[in-house]
């Protein structure tokens, strides 16, 4: 099991936007860390208010977002406008091209997200769009499926062979599913994983043959990628 942690990834500070990069992101270059077999991209951002990212191009990459705190104003080439909340997620597949934009949708409070970028399995695809919301009380002490290669369980479809999970724990865990490769991201709280102590932020990369054993939450918002 490799350890990711927190304090070690890379960090921009824009002044309206507070980045960290789990993986290599533009001026952040690290050969050790240029991402996890299909799964490229996950930023843990903070937009102020009344600010976000312009409108910029995207090709041949799964792009997901996922609401922690606040509002995000989406808009894009495809005619999709939609405002994200937490417990959000949305899938963009930029295929052959696609513009896009977010922004803080509120003028005082902030916005907390996460942007996870995954490989798509077929360059030059059509770009397409999907978004889902997920009740707090379908992640609480059980494995939610977000996102999945067949939209399994009312999961959003991926053009990939990962299936990503989340769920919000307290105390014992309920055994996580099975998985080939996995790249657990804990966005708050505390796990112990495999004897090892997380904290918001961490994260654990295991190869098929190691187990997963997950104990001792403590108000634990993780996510879970089960890659080929």
């Avoid at 606040?70 to 997620?89: I, K, Y």
């Amino acid at each position: 099991m490799n350890i990711r942690r927190s304090n070690d990834r890379g960090y921009a500070d824009h002044g309206w936007l507070r980045s960290y990069h789990t993986f290599s992101f533009a001026n952040y270059m690290d050969p050790a860390h240029m991402g996890f077999r299909a799964l490229r991209v996950i930023n843990e951002d903070r937009v102020a208010p009344g600010h976000g990212f312009g409108t910029h191009p995207h090709r041949d990459m799964e792009i997901i977002s996922w609401v922690l705190d606040g509002e995000m104003a989406h808009e894009d080439s495809l005619g999709n406008g939609e405002t994200m909340r937490p417990g959000d997620v949305q899938r963009m597949s930029a295929g052959t091209g696609v513009r896009h934009s977010e922004y803080n949708a509120s003028n005082t409070q902030g916005l907390h997200f996460l942007q996870i970028w995954i490989e798509t399995a077929t360059p030059g695809m059509a770009p397409s769009y999907a978004q889902k919301h997920f009740p707090r009380a379908e992640r609480e002490q059980r494995w939610c499926l977000l996102a999945s290669p067949n939209a399994a369980q009312g999961s959003i479809s991926l053009h990939q062979d990962v299936n990503l999970y989340t769920g919000l724990f307290d105390g014992d865990l309920p055994a996580p599913p099975p998985h080939r490769y996995a790249w657990l991201h804990l966005v708050k709280g505390e796990l112990t994983v495999n004897g090892t102590r997380l904290l918001a932020g961490d994260a654990a990369a295991l190869d098929p043959e190691e187990a997963l054993e997950l104990t001792d939450a403590a108000s634990a918002d993780v996510l879970l990628f089960d890659l080929a």
